[in-house]
């Protein structure tokens, strides 16, 4: 179990480690990202944490009471569900094109273990 805090710091860890070297150093394309992600991370608690408390969310059964997440037993999910090869994903942000990466079962333990580590 991890709290949100973990997760999001986790995941920005993920992203300035994974994605972020795949774009050009100096460049308008890294600055804007580099600081909108910084953005949403920072504002996580009041965007995202609010749908951790619905009942969708609790329905799950990997979310506890007191917002602490079972980040093992999400990752299992997610990876049971995606196709055995990953899945294609274009990455798009602020209306800047990253390109696009396939994303895979072990993506998912990096994240996971990102998440863990934080």
């Known amino acids: 179990m991890v709290n ?3 997760v ?3 995941i ?3 992203i300035d480690r994974e994605i ?4 050009p150093s100096g460049t308008f394309k ?5 600081a909108y992600i ?3 991370m920072r504002n996580a608690e009041n965007s995202i944490l609010p749908l951790l408390s619905s009942a969708a969310a609790s329905m799950t059964g990997v ?8 980040i093992d037993t999400l990752a299992e999910a997610i990876k049971q569900s995606m196709p055995t090869d990953g899945f294609p994903l274009d ?5 800047l094109q990253l390109g696009k990466i396939t994303f895979s079962r072990s993506d998912i333990d990096t994240i996971a273990n990102y998440i863990k580590s934080a």
């Open 4 to 6: 949100f805090s973990k």
């Open 8 to 10: 999001t710091r986790g």
């Open 12 to 14: 920005a860890n993920y």
């Open 20 to 23: 972020m070297p795949g774009i």
């Open 30 to 34: 890294k600055v804007a990202i580099g």
């Open 38 to 40: 910084s953005l949403v």
């Open 63 to 70: 979310i506890e009471k007191n917002g602490d997440i079972d």
């Open 91 to 95: 990455v798009n942000v602020l209306g």
